[in-house]
């Protein structure tokens, strides 16, 4: 099949997914004609189209075993046309349950073709010096694999006559998807006496939590724990507060989640 070029979507708070992406564009070997950076607000404004003869990668996070909840409105704005479309999930060593299955319905739903599916490993957002997960994944051979991935998925759109002909991959999970764990506002973040008010932290932020005029406050009600503004701290002065429930589990996936996972691809 000729396709003519390539679009990426992705979500990407703290920028394992988005490294994933990469990987797998420079193994795919297209022209890259839109390169949709979803993290931030403004960007979740603007819709994404494709036509049958351009392939989309769209690429999330795993959050509870389901895609981000914030998602959801700009991916059923997707408007694709027989377009053949990869799924991609991103998680923290612990499991991506429904998430995959969840982003390839929504992506069907709006008129993709799903060719394929892969599910890597990131550095968890709520790992920390103190309770560490998945530390410095991806890693050089997660992001060989996406390549080699890309490049899979290349051959077999090489060897396709038309995509009515694509095999459907046996994406897992389980429908309906699992319960997503109610939360109330999420008040977790510590600012140390570090902080030099630079603002970093409130230019990242994808759900803009933290107060313009008040770096050091987090509105609680938009937070999505994302833990994006810890992680980009140049001072390390964020972290999660001694005693919240985003310290306890890290402490319990540091604990629970410390064996190696490996890449899961579905062609
Ligand atoms: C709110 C929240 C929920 C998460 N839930 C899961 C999960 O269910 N399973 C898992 O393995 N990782 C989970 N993670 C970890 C992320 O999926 C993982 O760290 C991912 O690499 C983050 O992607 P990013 O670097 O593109 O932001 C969660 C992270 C957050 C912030």
Redesign the pocket.
């Known amino acids: 099949m000729d396709i003519r070029s390539l679009k990426l979507a992705?979500?990407?708070?703290?920028?394992?997914?988005?490294?994933?992406v990469e990987a797998i564009a420079e193994g795919l070997g297209y022209d890259v004609a839109e390169d949709a950076d979803i993290?931030m607000p403004q960007a979740r404004q603007e819709p994404l189209h494709a036509s049958a003869d351009e392939l989309l990668v769209v690429?999330?996070?795993?959050?509870?075993?389901?895609i981000?909840l914030l998602l959801e409105p700009w991916l059923r704005s997707l408007q694709l046309d027989g377009t053949p479309v990869v799924c991609v999930?991103?998680?923290?060593?612990?499991?991506?349950?429904d998430?995959l299955i969840e982003l390839a319905d929504i992506v069907t739903g709006q008129g993709g073709v799903v060719l394929g599916g892969a599910a890597?490993?990131?550095?968890?957002?709520?790992?920390s010096d103190k309770y560490p997960?998945?530390v410095a994944?991806p890693d050089a051979d997660d992001l060989r694999g996406a390549e080699d991935f890309g490049r899979k998925v290349r051959q077999a759109l090489d060897a396709l006559a038309d995509i009515d002909e694509a095999p459907k991959p046996a994406i897992p999970g389980d429908r309906p998807y699992k319960e997503r764990t109610p939360r109330g506002p999420v008040d977790f973040i510590s600012v140390g006496e570090e902080c030099v008010l630079c603002g970093v932290c409130a230019e990242q932020c994808p759900v803009g939590a933290i107060d313009e005029a008040d770096f050091k406050s987090t509105d609680p009600e938009k937070c999505?724990?994302?833990?994006?503004c810890i992680?980009v701290c140049p001072e390390h002065a964020r972290s999660a507060k001694s005693g919240s429930p985003v310290e306890g589990f890290a402490k319990w996936?540091n604990g629970n989640?410390a064996e190696r996972?490996e890449p899961a691809y579905f062609l």
């Open positions: 992705y979500f990407s708070p703290t920028g394992t997914t988005a490294a994933i993290t690429a999330v996070p795993v959050y509870g075993g389901r981000p999930v991103v998680f923290g060593n612990r499991a991506f349950e998430a890597f490993i990131g550095e968890h957002s709520f790992s997960v998945a994944r999505i724990m994302c833990c994006a992680k996936l989640c996972k």
